[in-house]
């Protein structure tokens, strides 16, 4: 099963690589070298996948978007609406219910429920010495059958 969490995570990653502004990682990174934009780092939560007959669990991956500036800037917190907003190019949901596939690495994935920005403070994140960045957090849920 692991396999497929890891299909489900790089699907997501490239589905999410593919709107403007946002670099996704499909598992969290060591450190983040990027200085702009919106960093989606994707995290499988363990425990919570529920197996469903022989061959099909549904599992959940918190997607952690971190604007890469600090959080009085108001270009960053502009970026993660945007990046919120359920329409639009940049429109994570929008893009999420346009391929509910992952790029066929899922049977089924969508956005769960989207929880209010909060902020980050640079000794969790030790590459971005500037102050606090922002971020919000998104829960997706997937549904994936296994050969």
Same mark, same amino acid.
């Given at each position: 099963?692991?396999? @497929?969490?890891?299909?489900?995570?790089?699907?997501?990653?490239?589905? #999410?690589? =593919?709107?403007?502004?946002?670099?996704?990682? @499909?598992?969290?990174?060591?450190?983040? =070298?990027?200085?702009?934009?919106?960093?989606?780092?994707?995290?499988?939560?363990? %425990?919570?996948?529920? +197996? *469903? %007959?022989?061959?099909?669990?549904? %599992?959940?991956?918190?997607?952690?978007?971190?604007?890469?500036?600090?959080?009085?800037?108001?270009?960053?917190?502009?970026? *993660? #609406?945007?990046?919120?907003?359920?329409?639009?190019?940049?429109?994570?949901?929008?893009?999420? &219910?346009?391929? +509910? +596939?992952?790029?066929?690495?899922?049977?089924?994935?969508?956005?769960?429920? &989207?929880?209010?920005?909060?902020?980050?403070?640079?000794?969790?994140?030790?590459?971005?010495?500037? %102050?606090? #960045?922002?971020?919000?957090?998104?829960?997706?849920?997937? #549904?994936? +059958?296994?050969?």
């Amino acid at each position: 099963m692991a396999d @497929e969490i890891y299909d489900a995570l790089k699907g997501l990653a490239g589905l #999410l690589d =593919n709107i403007s502004g946002i670099k996704a990682y @499909e598992v969290v990174p060591d450190s983040l =070298n990027q200085r702009q934009g919106v960093a989606a780092v994707l995290e499988y939560v363990p %425990g919570e996948q529920l +197996t *469903l %007959g022989d061959s099909s669990f549904m %599992g959940r991956v918190e997607i952690r978007l971190i604007a890469m500036a600090t959080l009085s800037n108001r270009s960053a917190q502009r970026a *993660l #609406l945007q990046h919120m907003a359920p329409i639009g190019s940049k429109s994570i949901k929008a893009a999420m &219910e346009k391929d +509910t +596939t992952w790029n066929n690495s899922v049977d089924d994935g969508r956005l769960d429920a &989207e929880e209010p920005m909060g902020s980050i403070e640079p000794e969790d994140y030790p590459f971005h010495e500037a %102050g606090p #960045l922002r971020t919000v957090i998104i829960n997706a849920k997937f #549904l994936k +059958t296994v050969a």
